[in-house]
C-alpha cells in the first residue's frame, strides 16, 4: 500500500472514528445519531478492509471489521430512515435485517464465487436505494428547511459514492482494480468524510442544522453586533409580520377549510398567503412546531373527523365519507393517522363518545 494511500484512509479512519464517538455521545437529543454512529463506524472499518494491502489476504484479525461492513448497507438505511422519517421506530427486523445480510456477507466470504458476491453486492445496491427513496420520498412536504436540503445533497452522495463502490467491486473483485483504484477510493472515502463530519455533527435534537457543530452560534463580537435599539425593532417587526402571517393561515385552514382540498401542496397555499415558499415552511415549523406539511394538514382533517365521529347528528355517516370529506384520500392513511393520535380505531372512538353521550343523557 502506497504513503499516500495509507494517509488518505488513516485521516478518514480516525475523523470518522471521531465523528461516530460524538454522534454516539449525542445519541440522546440527535435524532439519528445512534445510526449515524453505527455508519461511519461501518465506514472506519471499509477503509481498513478495503485497503490494497489486504487485496492478496486478510489476516484472521480483519474478520471483525469486515464483519462491520458488510452490515453497513441496511446500517445505512437506517440511518436515513431515523434522520428523515419522522415517525421511524426502531424494531427488532431491523436487527434481524442486519443480521441476515452479515450471514449473507459471510457465506458469500466463505464461497468466494463471482455469483455469491454479485449476490452480497445486489443487497447493497437494493439497500442504497431504499435509503435513497427515505431521503427524496417527502422532499417536499418537508418543513425543516435544512433538513430538506440536507436530503438531496448528503444522502444521495453517499448512496452514490457507496454504489460506485460496489459496482467497483462486482467488476474488479479481490482488488484486481489495482493501486489506482484503491487510491481513488480512498481520496473518495477522506472527501465523504469530511462532508459526513461537517453535516452530521451539526444535526440538532429539532432535525435542524447549526453549522458546523453540536453546540448554539456564539453571539457577535460587540464591534459587529447590531445596535440594541435597532435590533428590538427588527424583532419587533418579525413578529408583527409572522403574526399577520398567521392569521392569514389561520383564516384559510379553519374559516376557509382548505385542508379539504385534493393535492394541496405548500407551493398552493403560499400563493394563496403571497408569501415564498420557504417562508411558510418557516412559519409552520418555527411557529406552530410542525415538521411536515402533510402532518400539519392531517392535524386539521383529523379534528374534523373527530368532531363528526362525536356528533350525534352524523352517527348514521359512513365513517370513510367522513373521511374522505375532510381532505383524506384513501381509508389506509387515515385510519393509520386516527389510531396513531387517538389511540383507537374510528370505530372504537365513534362507540366510545357516541355512547358515553347517551349515559349522559340518562342519567
Known sequence: ???????????????????????????RRVPAGLFGALFASGVACYAVVSASAFAT???????????????????????????????????????LAWLAVLVLGASCLWAGTAPARIGFSAVGLACNALAAWYALAERSVDLVEVRRRLRSVLIVVVALYSTMIIASEIVFPNGSGGGTLSLGISAGLLALTMVFAVVLLSVNQNGSVIPFGLSEPQPLPSAVRTPVAATAVAERSDRDEDARLLAGLR?????????????????????????????????????????????????????????????????????????????????????????????????????????????????
Request: proline share 5%; charged share 20%; glycine share 8%.
Open 251 to 363: 383564516r384559510l385552514m379553519e374559516h376557509d377549510k382548505a385542508y379539504r382540498e385534493e393535492g394541496l401542496s405548500i407551493g398552493g397555499l403560499a400563493a394563496r398567503l403571497n408569501i415564498a415558499e420557504h417562508a411558510l415552511r418557516r412559519l409552520i415549523n418555527q411557529r406552530l412546531g410542525h415538521r411536515n406539511f402533510n402532518a400539519f394538514l392531517n392535524g386539521y382533517r383529523l379534528d374534523e373527523v373527530a368532531a363528526a365521529l362525536a356528533d350525534p347528528s352524523q352517527e348514521a355517516v359512513p365513517i370513510l365519507t367522513i373521511a374522505l370529506d375532510a381532505g383524506f384520500q384513501s381509508l389506509g392513511p387515515f385510519n393509520r393517522a386516527f389510531k396513531s393520535r387517538t389511540g383507537m380505531t374510528p370505530s372504537e372512538f365513534r362507540r366510545e363518545h357516541l355512547g358515553r353521550g347517551d349515559r349522559l343523557a340518562a342519567e
Open 57 to 95: 489476504g486478510s489476516p484472521a484479525w480483519l474478520l471483525p471489521p469486515r464483519f462491520v461492513a458488510m452490515g453497513n448497507p441496511v446500517v445505512f438505511c437506517l440511518f436515513a430512515a431515523a434522520l428523515f422519517d419522522d415517525d421511524f421506530k426502531p424494531s427488532w427486523w431491523h436487527a
Open 1 to 27: 500500500m502506497s504513503l499516500v494511500e495509507t494517509a488518505v484512509r488513516g485521516g478518514a479512519f480516525f475523523l470518522l472514528i471521531l465523528v461516530a464517538a460524538l454522534l454516539l455521545r449525542d445519541a
